[in-house]
Nanobody, 115 residues
Framework: QVQLVESGGGLVQAGGSLRLSCAAS????????MIWYRQTPGKQRELVAG???????NYADSAKGRFTISRDNAKNTVSLQMNSLKPEDTGVYLC?????????WGQGTQVTVSS
């Protein structure tokens, strides 16, 4: 069984920064894509940033230039550095990882950006 544990969320003022981390544990031989999503009330869960095992990245337009996703394959971790945060970045951030034909989600970490 694979488990994901996210950390790093919190309350920050607009313009501030947060760094989210997600650690995968369990029976994973090789993680492929690692992705961060954001969930806000009344809206669909949206992809924020993703990174492949080889290091290729993609970002939502709202995240480009402000967020940076990175991963450590040896530790099975993925991080999301979020700078210049805006109130609209508020939400629950969830990590999702893929391996073979499988994927799993973390429980999420709350990010609140005050104006």
């Amino acid at each position: 069984q694979v488990q994901l544990v996210e950390s790093g969320g919190g309350l920050v003022q607009a313009g501030g920064s947060l760094r989210l981390s997600c650690a995968a544990s369990g029976s994973i031989s090789s993680i492929n894509d690692m992705i961060w999503y954001r969930q806000t009330p009344g809206k669909q869960r949206e992809l924020v940033a993703g990174v492949t095992r080889g290091g290729s990245t993609n970002y939502a337009d709202s995240a480009k230039g402000r967020f940076t996703i990175s991963r450590d394959n040896a530790k099975n971790t993925v991080s999301l550095q979020m700078n210049s945060l805006k109130p609209e970045d508020t939400g629950v951030y969830l990590c999702r990882v893929f391996w073979g034909p499988f994927n799993t989600w973390g429980q999420g970490t709350q990010v609140t950006v005050s104006s």
